[in-house]
Nanobody, 124 residues
Framework: QVQVVESGGGLVQAGGSLRLSCTVS????????MGWFRQAPGKEREGVSC????????YYAEFVQGRFTISRDNAKSTLYLQMDSLNPEDTAMYYC?????????????????WGQGTQVTVSS
């Protein structure tokens, strides 16, 4: 049984930073494609960043390039999203997701396993 658990959200002022964490169990972490998604009220879910370290493939949405960094700790089966230079438009529920598919994608419908989400709120 695969479990995905996010943490690290919170309230931060514009220009600040947060680091989200996602612990995954029940999946071969090193080969899985992992990703971060977000959904703001009244908006559709969107892919933020995804990675597969087996193929050394990463993706960043244009709106976070240069500000967010996806990384992992294999020993802890943990995925991170370092978020810098946050702005109010980054306010959303952030979700961690995983798939054991070997085909890289950052489309939400390709991911089978999802966490419960962690709220990020950026004040102006």
């Amino acid at each position: 049984q695969v479990q995905v658990v996010e943490s690290g959200g919170g309230l931060v002022q514009a220009g600040g930073s947060l680091r989200l964490s996602c612990t995954v169990s029940g999946l071969t972490f090193g080969r899985a494609t992992m990703g971060w998604f977000r959904q703001a009220p009244g908006k559709e879910r969107e892919g933020v960043s995804c990675a597969n370290w087996g193929s050394y493939t990463t993706y960043y949405a244009e709106f976070v390039q240069g500000r967010f960094t996806i990384s992992r700790d294999n020993a802890k089966s943990t995925l991170y999203l370092q978020m810098d230079s946050l702005n109010p438009e980054d306010t959303a529920m952030y979700y961690c997701a995983a798939t054991d598919s070997t085909a890289f994608s950052c489309m939400g419908r390709k991911f089978s396993y999802w966490g419960q989400g962690t709220q990020v709120t950026v004040s102006s």
